[in-house]
């Protein structure tokens, strides 16, 4: 909001000016009329006093402060923290039942080696868990999606993508659990970038495309998809956690994998990790996946090109 400016000091001079001429200019009158007037009646009268209006400054509006936002831990407080990985379960994050995940169209990449993750974006919020600088057990660099922003200093706080769980299948006797999960975090913490393009994998349909933030769509392709036992995730939200080849499985055939930061919502486990969804290769062009998203050699590339970090979204 543009604030009112005060009154220019030159334009009240001027006005003080043009009132000390008039001022002047009566005074002068009424000598010559006091001068007429002693001269033929021999009685003077007094001059009236003139009176100076003066401009009263306008006052400046007080700003209001930005809420706070929690102070950083320190170093040994951040390393006591759980660390939010794929294999980690944390119960305090977020799913989608507790926030309104939004795309904001912009990534976030962390700036030390750990950074505090919290369940409310208030100024008193402990931390309950950390987000690591680096992917485990690939060592590639870590940056996230960001689904939401809360007003305050320093920029406030983000609502981004983990790549955690905050509970299993199974627990506590239900079968399913969220596939994705998010905390907040103080957007000091990151350097943010625009982004204007996600992932869309569309479960009714059998679909996978690149969208652009206008709506147009750069590629799409059918995909093979989980079965009702092994599910693809659907109405989730999460973030390409990472990019990179493994020659180690070999149904790849070196074209990259696109590992995201969703889980399976039957599963609480899957090929010694905790049942993560990814989006790769697999030559035999039917079939269905085991919750994975298979696809061709094609979209593999296309894919590798978008920056870590790119929004994904489930339906």
């Not at 869309?200 to 147009?216: E, F, K, L, P």
């Amino acid at each position: 909001m543009t604030e009112p400016s005060a009154p220019q000091q030159g334009t009240a001079r001027r006005r003080w000016i043009v009132g000390a001429g008039a001022l002047a200019v009566v005074v002068a009158a009424a000598a010559t009329v006091a001068w007429s007037l002693s001269d033929s009646d021999r009685e003077a009268r007094p001059t009236p006093a003139v009176a100076v209006a003066t401009a009263t400054p306008t006052p400046t509006p007080s700003r209001t402060p930005l809420p706070a936002v929690p102070d950083r831990p320190s170093d040994e407080a951040l390393a006591a923290l759980p660390l939010a990985f794929h294999d980690a379960v944390i119960g305090q994050l977020l799913d989608g039942s507790q926030v309104d995940a939004r795309n904001e169209w912009t990534t976030a990449t962390p700036k030390s080696p750990l950074v505090p993750l919290y369940a409310a974006p208030d100024a008193d919020a402990a931390p309950v868990a950390t987000l690591s600088s680096s992917v485990s057990t690939i060592n590639t660099p870590t940056a996230t999606a960001v689904w939401g922003r809360s007003a305050g200093a320093d920029g406030g706080m983000l609502l981004v993508s983990t790549p955690s769980r905050n509970r299993t299948p199974g627990d506590g006797g239900v079968a399913e659990a969220p596939s994705s999960t998010f905390a907040w975090a103080r957007a000091a913490d990151f350097t943010l970038a625009g982004i204007d393009r996600e992932v869309r994998i569309d479960n009714a349909t059998s679909t996978i495309a690149i969208v652009h933030r206008d709506g147009t769509v750069e590629t799409s392709e059918t995909a093979r998809l989980g079965t009702p036992d092994d599910p693809t995730p659907s109405d989730t939200k999460t973030y390409m956690e990472a990019n990179y080849v493994d020659p180690q499985v070999g149904y790849t055939q070196g074209h990259p994998i696109s590992l995201t930061g969703a889980h399976s919502s039957k599963l609480s486990g899957y090929g010694g990790n905790a049942a993560l969804t990814a989006l790769h290769f697999y030559p035999d062009p039917t079939g269905s996946s085991h919750g994975c998203v298979r696809i061709t050699a094609a979209m593999t590339d296309a894919l590798a090109k978008l920056p870590i970090g790119t929004p994904i979204e489930f339906s």
